[in-house]
């Protein structure tokens, strides 16, 4: 079940009134999540079910200028590592373990559009355009005799559209959801081995990725520096 964590000082410190989103505003926040799960698959028929736990963090920060009303522009950083732990069995039904993680850094500037509902400006969706260099880390890490640790470094570029949900409880703070992204990336890197026969390979992936869903929920909590 995934848990997010929203910093309670950020709601003591807002003040009261309706939302701004006016051009001179400062916003300064971002998204703090966390999760956890476990589930059992069957690899093979002659080896006991595995047990699989997954874990993962996310972390990114936001600060953006309003150029007018409705839209900011401004520099982000996505920080995202998840981690899956699960045995392994030979022939003999011997238990080993395997880990395996994945870390990710993107980077860039973004531009964000927003369109407030109601008379009183307190709800509204936003898009948002971002862009930049990213960076990722994928390591299996094997127990298992005969089997050999590896791992694959990858940096490049990407482009995604996020759309989003923001509510203003009070004038200068808002929390926001969004449910995915659609976005494009190209990177390129090498992949290695612990085997001593085995030589680095150089890697290169693009591709487009529409992940949308519940799965991919997230909240965020912004504050709004207004101009006046």
């Known amino acids: 079940m995934k848990t997010y964590i929203l910093p309670a000082a950020l709601l003591l410190l807002a003040g009261a009134a309706q939302a701004q989103t006016s051009a001179g505003t400062i916003m300064v926040g971002g998204g703090l999540g966390a999760s956890s799960r476990t589930y059992e698959t069957d690899f093979s028929s002659t080896a006991p079910d ?27 950083a996505d920080l995202n590592n998840e981690k899956a732990t699960r045995p ?6 011997v238990e ?13 500037p973004f531009v964000r559009y927003y369109h407030m509902v109601g008379d009183e400006g307190k709800a509204g969706f936003y898009g948002q355009l971002a862009a930049g260099l990213q960076k990722s880390k994928d390591e299996y890490d094997t127990s298992r005799p005969n089997e050999y640790d590896e791992s694959t470094e990858l940096s490049g570029g990407f482009a995604a559209i996020t759309p989003g949900f923001v509510f203003f409880p009070t004038r200068k703070f808002g929390l926001e959801l969004t449910l995915g992204n659609l976005g494009f990336y190209s990177v390129k890197g090498e992949t290695k081995t612990d085997n001593p026969f085995f030589q680095p390979y150089k890697t290169k992936e693009s591709g487009v990725d529409a992940n949308f869903g519940l799965r991919n929920l997230s909240i965020g909590a912004f504050f709004y520096l207004g101009s006046n």
């Open 50 to 76: 595995s047990e699989v736990k997954v874990s993962s963090f996310s972390f990114s920060p936001q600060v953006g200028y309003f150029l007018a009303d409705n839209l900011a522009v401004g520099v982000f």
């Open 88 to 93: 392994v069995f030979d022939q003999r039904g």
């Open 96 to 108: 080993y373990k395997v880990e395996e993680t994945a870390r990710r850094t993107q980077v860039g």
